[in-house]
């Protein structure tokens, strides 16, 4: 079945790069996704990648992609604090709008 | 503005007393779909619904009934509600075709059962 595992926790100070990571076990994944939920709010889409590519880079988001690994990474550059959330790793089959996500990692950025 | 609103936002109620949770969404989306937030747990997908009177079971049913009469509209019902249903709930709709299916999420319903 399918499955989405992340790390938990993750504390890093301002100004550094965070890399969260993410396995999924569905090789017939095609979507890959990271949302960022804040406190009290709902989940937002961060980024997302298709099967098919390696990396994709918005801004100060990278997103890699082993699919070899089925790893899945969200690469911040010059964290801030307000970047301090929960972020869920998610994967979708195609053709359909079913998401599984992860348990979600918390990012600390402390000044 | 494009939205996914729920309501209530909060609600404390006592076991055995059935509620509805309301989800609405103004972009004509196809797809609906309930999720429970609990910690460690992550978000498990409850019910979801392609399209109007279709619905399906997620990965944790058991206890809820939904519907979808509009297109609009995916209610969440609770016809006995129990304390391990004390949870945080996610509705959320997409276009079954967009951008990589992304999903858009209403602000959240924290429900406690006493």
């Known amino acids: 079945g399918e499955d989405v595992e992340q790390s938990l926790f993750l504390s890093v100070r301002e100004g550094d790069s965070s890399v969260i990571n993410c396995t999924y076990t569905d090789s017939s994944s095609t979507y890959l996704y990271w949302y960022k939920q804040e406190p009290g709010a709902g989940l937002q889409l961060l980024t997302y990648?298709?099967?098919?590519?390696d990396m994709k880079q918005d801004q100060r988001l990278t997103v890699l992609l082993n699919k070899k690994d089925k790893h899945l990474s969200l690469r911040i550059a010059d964290t801030q604090t307000g970047d301090s959330a929960i972020y869920f790793c998610a994967e979708a089959l195609s053709g359909y709008s079913t998401l599984t996500f992860g348990k979600g990692t918390m990012l600390l950025v402390s000044p | 503005e494009a939205q996914v609103t729920q309501n209530p936002r909060y609600l404390i109620t006592v076991t055995g007393k059935k509620l509805t949770v309301t989800c609405s969404q103004n972009?004509?989306?196809?797809?609906m779909s309930w999720y429970r937030q609990d910690p460690g747990l992550g978000l498990r997908q409850i019910y979801y619904?392609?399209?109007?009177?279709?619905?399906d079971k997620g990965d944790v049913p058991e206890g809820y009934k939904v519907s979808r009469k509009e297109k609009r509209n995916f209610p969440l019902i609770l016809e006995s509600p129990s304390p391990n249903q004390t949870s945080l709930y996610f509705c959320?709709?997409?276009?079954?075709?967009?951008?990589?299916?992304?999903?858009?999420f209403g602000p959240g319903t924290r429900l406690t059962v006493l």
């Open positions: 619904s392609m399209n109007v009177e279709v619905t």
């Open positions: 990648i298709f099967s098919n590519m």
């Open positions: 959320a709709s997409s276009a079954n075709r967009g951008r990589g299916n992304e999903q858009f």
């Open positions: 972009m004509n989306h196809e797809y």
